[in-house]
């Protein structure tokens, strides 16, 4: 009786418009959804750090290398503010990092994808950081404080980082005919894998009805990715390249832009473990974290030497 009452205040908060925050009382499904969605986020920033880390000692210019390494810090920064806002909900970091590397703990499914030119770097910049900036704007105004807050900030940074990639996009898409065909191919491979990073159909979506009565989403995925298409579309169109979809056609009745079936069969492989670099990716990551040991060890010992002074 007593968690219904309390149900009931909670839920008036949320329809208030009122942010809960750390020390309030919730659900506990509400505190388990959120662990389960901030920390995948988490890990997918850094598991993104990999596909263009991977093209640091390739920038064609030390102002590309700069440019690059800035977004590749970020994305680092940003998987820290996630960790410490999963925190806040009474979850170990090191609990949620070992769900990731030893399989139990989702990540984006985009980054499974191999980064194959110079192309690609610009490509995930203005596509797969587009995509993310227009699921984060949402999650920036979600009902949880500090995860509402961590996504305002991502989000500023995200932004450099769309910018950042279209320019690579559209100066390659007005350079050599060899630069102009990279750019295509890697947004023939790339655009596809964007749409489907918005999670399954609407339909096939099981925790969105919950996440959405509580706001922590505002809207389903199919409306966000329709969201993305529509800003998307004349972006290409701007800097002159294809995107591969033959059934994109502007529908005036809806005002959005229709757009062909996607590969659901692939999306499942792919977070089911199968895309063409998880193993890779999660290969990467254990060493990375094997070879941070020390670090965390040193860190560790002198806060308890502080906490003991
Ligand atoms: N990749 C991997 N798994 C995915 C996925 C994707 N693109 N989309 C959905 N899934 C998983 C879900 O996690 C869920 O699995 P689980 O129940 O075992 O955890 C299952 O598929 C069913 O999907 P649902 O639609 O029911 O799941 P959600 O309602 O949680 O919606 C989501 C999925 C849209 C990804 C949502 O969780 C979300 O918005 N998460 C926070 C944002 C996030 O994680 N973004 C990652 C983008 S990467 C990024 O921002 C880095 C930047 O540098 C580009």
Known sequence: ??????????????????KIEPKDWMPERYRKQLIRMISQH?????VGMLPEGNWITRAPSLRR?????????????????????????????????DQLLYGTAKYSSIFNYPTLTWADIGTIGWL?????????????????GPYSRANIRICKEENF?????????ATMAKGTPEQKRMVQDAVNRWWWPSLTMFGPPDKDSPNSAELMK???????N???????????????????VALPDPDLK?????????????????????????GPCNRQRMRARRIAHENGKWVRDAAGAYAAKKRAA
Not at 161 to 169: L, T
Request: hydrophobic fraction near 40%; proline fraction near 1%.
């Open 65 to 97: 290398k700069m440019g690059l390494l800035a977004k590749v810090q970020d994305e680092a920064g940003h998987g820290l503010y996630l960790y410490c806002s999963a925190e806040t909900l009474g979850v170990d970091r090191s609990e949620v990092v």
């Open 214 to 220: 509580w706001q922590v989403k505002l809207q389903s």
């Open 250 to 274: 502007y529908n005036s009745k809806t005002g959005n832009w229709d757009f062909g079936a996607l590969n659901w069969d692939e999306f499942f492989a792919v977070i089911k473990g199968n």
């Open 222 to 240: 199919d409306e966000l990715r329709q969201r993305f298409v529509n800003l998307t579309v004349p972006q290409a169109s701007v800097v002159g």
């Open 42 to 46: 988490a890990h997918s920033e850094i």
């Open 128 to 144: 797969v950081d587009g995509a993310a900036i227009v699921n984060q704007t949402m999650l920036a105004k979600c009902s949880y």
């Open 1 to 18: 009786m007593e968690d219904e009452s309390k149900l009931r205040a909670f839920e008036a908060r949320i329809e208030a418009g009122e």
């Open 161 to 169: 980082h769309k910018k950042q990639g279209y320019e690579i996009v």
